[in-house]
């Protein structure tokens, strides 16, 4: 609308009562001064007076004139050809140019930094947001989503976007890196939410990786939750089994009461003390008095339903923590800083995972074991994205088979299964050339020493720290390993293997017989001709080590 429309926009406010002094000296209205100003009046703007609003002669000195000095009361005009009343007037904040923000504090995070000249409402369920995502090798992608876009549907646009193999270990972590915090969204979350929640200009980001551990206290639950921590429940039912009551308890979406020690560190201070904590229904408590259960000795602590719970992941560094095993209760409050954050530290491994499991249960409960069902559900359809494992088995589709006969059967005698194990090794040790049928004069060449290079499992020569750091990153589940170089053999590589939540390295040496190349892991009682073999027989075999290979970590580029 042109500068006219607005003037004639203010008449109409006026109401009739606005008014100036004419040259008669009488009260001329608001419209006839626009007229004037508009050289011509009304007719030759294009506009005209809705019908029967004639003129009033007004009583004084007003002699024979035109009637345009006629005083007339304030009417309200309308445009000629207007196809929509001024409330739908277009806005042009497209032709105006962007202003920066002198107030970027006062702006959320999820919009950006620069002036509209249209005021921001809140974000529609139809609104696109931008997500940028890193991998744990540094590289991002940025991302729009709606705002309704819950975790597992942004990992599987990753999984696809990368062309990596689809399965429900792929997880979206949330990490802060100036605070050592990290934590893994369930896939309910909404992602947008979640970004909102950060304070701006922080160290917060998304990182897309595997997460073994995320939906394993639903498949080993006995093994997380051990009996010395959920003795109170036990006591209650002592007509039942140990792994039979924490099943009870996951089937019903509720969590068990845990208790135990716990260092905390005070509140504005570096000084951590140890108290006895109890997870019970109604919240999070610790004694001040040793191990009293007692309600006058019980002090609340947290409220878990409106925190977050991240664990510590340089704890000794940011915190002083006594052991490496700290994680933090974070509540929604606190945007920024330390101020605000529950620190808590455990004296080992298994005993932060029992906590942390409890934790995830007292505050999603049955959506936590829906989550769980649907990622099930997912694993039982065909694959629709991704390419096929190259030469990988999943030990969930793997039983022990006789084919002796006519027809294969299974073997369900356990005896008769390590009997066939063992039958298998041997085959395995005579036999290591059949696969590739080389020439012997190729057989010591650099490609039984490099085929490995292709496998997502290898990861070159990185440190034995960085292996158990990676590891741990993607969940200490019995199985979880990777192959890389050894650093201190230049020949030879290194199996890392995580087992009873602790990783253990078993050292590969290559050996010569005959002119061929093999590997080894037991003084060359069993060879294999590539690395590929070694591990894809310990797949589908113990041997020499605690537990079979289950889940290989693995990093995307995005």
């Known amino acids: 609308m042109s500068g006219r429309g607005r003037a004639l926009a ?109 005021p921001q409402g809140p974000p529609r369920e139809g609104t696109c947001h ?35 193999l689809h399965d429900h270990s792929w997880a979206l972590v949330e990490l802060h890196q100036h605070l050592a915090l990290e ?48 003795s109170s429940c036990l006591e209650a039912n002592k007509s039942m089994a140990h792994s039979e009551l924490i099943q009870n308890f996951l089937n019903s979406g509720s969590c068990p009461e845990v208790q135990g020690f716990l260092q905390l560190r005070e509140a504005g201070r570096k000084v951590w003390k140890r108290f006895y904590f109890s997870l019970r229904r109604s919240g999070l408590y610790y004694s001040t008095k040793g191990t009293s259960k007692d309600p006058r000795h019980l002090q609340y602590f947290a409220d878990l339903t409106e925190s977050n719970i991240y664990y510590v992941t340089q704890g000794k560094k940011h915190y002083g923590t006594p052991t490496e095993f700290g994680f933090c209760i974070k509540p929604y409050k606190v945007r920024s800083g330390t101020k605000g954050l529950k ?104 490609l039984s020493a490099a085929i490995h290079r292709t496998q997502p499992w290898f ?6 720290e960085d292996t158990q750091q990676l590891i741990g990153r993607q969940g200490l589940v019995d199985g979880v390993f990777l192959v890389r170089e050894s650093q201190r053999n230049p020949k030879g590589f290194v199996l890392s293997l995580c087992h009873l939540q602790k990783v253990k390295h078993y050292l590969i040496l290559p050996s010569e017989e005959e002119g061929r190349l093999y590997f080894t892991m037991d003084d060359g009682q ?20 605690p537990c079979k290979l289950r889940h290989y970590c693995t990093c995307v580029a995005l």
């Open 343 to 446: 620190l808590l530290c455990s004296e080992d491994e298994q005993s932060r995972t029992c906590w942390m499991a409890a934790f995830r249960l007292f505050k999603y409960g049955m959506q936590l074991y829906r989550n769980y069902q649907q990622a099930q559900a997912r694993l039982s359809q065909p694959p629709w994205i991704g390419p096929t494992a190259l030469r990988s088995v999943s030990d969930n589709a793997l039983v022990a088979m006789d084919f002796s006969g006519c027809t294969g059967r299974v073997i369900e005698n356990p005896s008769e299964v390590l009997t066939a194990a063992l039958e298998e090794a041997q085959a395995w040790r005579k036999k290591t050339t059949h696969r590739y049928s080389l020439p012997a004069a190729c057989q010591t060449s650099p």
């Open 459 to 464: 990861h070159g020569r990185i440190s034995r």
């Open 130 to 164: 931008l997500v940028k995502v890193f991998s744990e090798d540094g590289s991002c992608r940025s991302l729009e989503v709606s705002a309704g876009t819950t975790a597992r549907q942004l990992c599987e646009m990753l999984v696809q976007r990368t062309h990596a």
């Open 183 to 230: 934590r893994c969204l369930e896939d309910h979350e909404s992602v947008v939410e979640v970004q909102s929640a950060w304070p701006l200009g922080a160290d917060s980001r998304f990182v897309f990786r595997k997460n073994f551990a995320k939906y394993e206290l639903f498949k080993s639950n006995a093994s997380l939750f051990p009996e010395v921590m959920v």
């Open 10 to 118: 203010q008449v109409d406010k006026t109401g009739g009562k606005t008014g100036m002094p004419g040259p008669a000296g009488g009260w001329r209205d608001a419209a006839g001064a626009a007229d004037d100003a508009m050289d011509g009046g009304a007719q030759q703007s294009g506009l005209r007076e809705p019908p029967g609003a004639g003129g009033t002669e007004q009583e004084g000195d007003a002699g024979e004139g035109p009637p345009a000095t006629d005083l007339r009361r304030s009417q309200p005009l309308f445009i000629q050809g207007s196809s929509r009343p001024p409330a739908e007037e277009e806005p042009r904040a497209s032709s105006l140019p962007c202003i920066p923000n002198p107030f970027p504090e006062l702006c959320s995070p999820s919009n950006s930094p620069i002036l509209s000249s249209l």
């Open 526 to 545: 069993t060879r294999f001709a590539d690395l590929i073999q070694l591990v894809e027989f310990h797949q589908i075999n113990r041997g020499i080590l």
